[in-house]
């Protein structure tokens, strides 16, 4: 049961460039989030979804955008990549709203 | 609106010593979630607890414990008789039952020397 999968782990890009993080679940959990960790702050969230087909934004959703068109998988995308969106993303899943959510590795991401 | 605080940014203390992080959250729902996870140096986060806003029991696991109380909108973890392998960083967060969104605190740095 692999979980939370993230991917890249680790990845830089040049301002400008775009790119698209990877995260699946399985563990047929309807609820999915996007968070970024900036170095000693805490997670921020950028979208959510609570179901296949639907997504919402969260507290910082500028320069990002995601969809969930399975269960499974959520991607974010970064178009236009600024210096500010360097930090580590996690993706996280939950079975319902009132479940705890379970996390991905992490992306680390730099914008040079 | 939802929001978590979590007013110690960092704590030090001497393994064996108790240590009690703070949270304190805001939200208008009736019906709400609380959290708690760990964020070890490797940077997993770790799920510790969840709570719903209905049970105000004060729970244990082992060396864990976490008291809720509604009435100054707190959900304070403590660590009894700390060891070095606590040391991580500890999150809090929040979901209203009517809302979608898992906010969280911006998280206590907590270090346990030997």
């Known amino acids: 049961n692999a979980g939370v999968t993230q991917t890249p782990k680790f990845r830089i890009l040049k301002i400008g460039q775009s790119m698209t993080l990877q995260c699946t679940q399985d563990?047929?959990?309807?609820?999915m989030y996007w968070y970024r960790q900036d170095p000693g702050m805490g997670l921020k969230l950028i979208y959510y979804?609570?179901?296949?087909?639907?997504?919402d934004k969260g507290e910082v959703p500028n320069g990002y955008n995601v969809s969930r068109s399975t269960t499974e998988d959520f991607p974010l995308r970064l178009e236009l990549a600024a210096p500010s969106q360097t930090s580590v993303y996690f993706c996280a899943s939950s079975y319902g709203g009132s479940a705890e959510a379970f996390f991905g590795q992490g992306t680390r991401l730099t914008v040079v | 609106a939802q929001k978590v605080t979590q007013a110690q940014t960092e704590i030090s203390v001497v393994e064996k010593e108790d240590v009690t992080l703070d949270c304190v959250y805001e939200t208008r729902d009736t019906t709400y979630y609380l959290f708690w996870y760990k964020q070890p140096p490797s940077g997993e986060l770790v799920f510790l607890i969840r709570?719903?806003?209905?049970?105000?029991q004060n729970e244990i696991s082992g060396r864990y414990s976490w008291n809720f109380q509604k009435s100054t909108s707190s959900f304070n973890f403590t660590i009894t008789a700390s060891q070095v392998v606590d040391s991580a960083v500890y999150f809090c967060?929040?979901?209203?039952?009517?809302?979608?969104?898992?906010?969280f605190g911006t998280g206590t740095r907590l270090q346990v020397f030997p």
């Open positions: 563990m047929n959990h309807n609820y």
């Open positions: 979804s609570v179901g296949a087909g639907i997504t």
């Open positions: 709570r719903n806003s209905f049970d105000e």
């Open positions: 967060a929040l979901k209203g039952h009517n809302t979608d969104k898992l906010i």
